[in-house]
């Protein structure tokens, strides 16, 4: 019996591309969708060309955002579609619903927090109707913030906050991520947690310190960054706010914006530490994650829940979910881990004491 297929829609993209280089690696069969019949063909001449195919069958489909029966049809010839075609705000909500309306899992790579609200309030009847599973930002910025706040909160029973810091350095930004960035800048809704509510509304933009552990050390940040994790952490972690932060010289080097035309081999030249701490009632608790290539970290993040998805490894629940109600935290993040994406330091659930040491890198390890 063959594996069942997982579509990509923007699978000629950065994103999707990097996506079904994954699945090709797995030898897993695919659909590569999008709006353009032209990429779509020569993206799958290149991938059957390839020699290294691990006899992956790959075929082509055609679909436009507006075009319900043709993602439809889409989402009845796959087990699971990752969703790589963003901005999320322009692209998300119709394949989305194409997907939970056919019982075809879906996963994406959104950070934008209102696609992620759209799905978790529109979508859940019509996912757990169908025996669908909907993951809303299984990727870098979002999913691995999601998830690293559950491995560190792991065992708390009450947390005060959870603070989550992107560091991130020579990001270099493609068409997608350049217009998703600049669509959530313009963005004066923004989604916040705090005191035990989620709050839709505007939040002036600071500059705020954040102590990374080494080599990064302490750090000017932009805050709120404006990511889901605000909405989707409170679900798992019982915490009562969500503060979001991520190193203003990310968007300050002069290349980021500049970037859409740059080669694969300097794209995937970023470094990225996610820091995040469980701060609680007499003392806290931190953990991070530290890699390069944000790009393919997101691509194989969301590979690996297809995957586990489709093979049904993934969750035993239906509907929306978040990363880190989807899978277990820390057993995801290792996985990743062993793939060589980033080192995780993580600190073991039962150690409730305070100041866990990040930096030390023989820590949960
Ligand atoms: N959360 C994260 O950490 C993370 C990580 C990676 C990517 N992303 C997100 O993923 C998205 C894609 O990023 P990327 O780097 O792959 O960008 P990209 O290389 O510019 O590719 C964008 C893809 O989206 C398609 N697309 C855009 N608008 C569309 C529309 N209205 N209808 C159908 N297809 C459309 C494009 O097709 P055409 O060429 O036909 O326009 C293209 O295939 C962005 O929103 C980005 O923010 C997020």
């Not at 969708?33 to 082509?60: C, F, M, N, Q, Y």
């Not at 436009?64 to 579609?81: E, T």
């Not at 075809?104 to 696609?115: I, K, N, R, S």
């Amino acid at each position: 019996m063959t594996a069942p297929a997982i579509a990509i829609y923007g699978a000629y993209g950065h994103t999707g591309r990097l996506v079904a280089d994954e699945l090709l690696a797995r030898g897993r069969d695919m659909i590569l969708a999008g709006r353009d019949p032209d990429a779509l063909a020569s993206l799958a001449a290149e991938l059957e060309a390839r020699e290294a195919r691990g006899g992956a069958s790959v075929r082509t489909h055609t679909a436009a955002v507006d075009d319900p029966g043709a993602l439809r049809r889409l989402a009845d010839s796959a087990a699971v579609l990752v969703h790589c075609a963003g901005p999320f705000s322009r692209t998300g909500a119709p394949v989305a619903a194409a997907a939970a309306e056919a019982g075809c899992h879906y996963v994406d790579h959104a950070l934008e927090p209102h696609h992620v609200k759209h799905v978790f309030d529109t979508l859940q009847a019509t996912a757990e109707r169908t025996g669908t599973l909907l993951v809303p930002g299984v990727s870098f910025y979002g999913g691995l913030g999601d998830l690293l706040a559950s491995a560190v909160a792991d065992g708390l029973p009450e947390v005060d906050r959870i603070v989550l810091a992107y560091g991130v350095l020579g990001w270099r930004l493609t068409t997608g991520a350049k217009n998703t960035a600049a669509q959530l800048f313009a963005e004066t809704e923004r989604l916040t947690y705090a005191d035990g509510a989620l709050s839709v509304g505007y939040v002036e933009p600071r500059n705020a310190v954040f102590a990374f552990p080494p080599p990064l050390g302490p750090r000017s940040t932009l805050t709120p960054f404006p990511s889901f994790e605000p909405l989707t952490v409170p679900r798992h972690v019982p915490t009562r706010n969500v503060d979001m932060m991520l190193t203003s010289s990310t968007f300050e080097e002069p290349e980021v914006f500049e970037s859409e035309d740059l080669d694969d081999g300097n794209r995937a030249a970023s470094d990225f530490m996610i820091a995040a701490q469980a701060i609680y009632e007499g003392g806290n608790r931190a953990g991070d994650l530290r890699g390069h290539d944000l790009w393919r970290v997101a691509a194989v993040a969301s590979v690996e829940a297809a995957v586990r998805i489709a093979d049904g490894a993934g969750p035993v629940k239906t509907g929306v979910l978040a990363p880190a109600e989807a899978f277990p935290a820390r057993e995801f993040l290792r996985a990743l881990e062993a793939q060589g994406l980033f080192d995780a330091h993580l600190p073991e659930p039962s150690d409730q004491s305070d100041q866990s040491d990040p930096s030390d890198p023989s820590e949960g390890s």
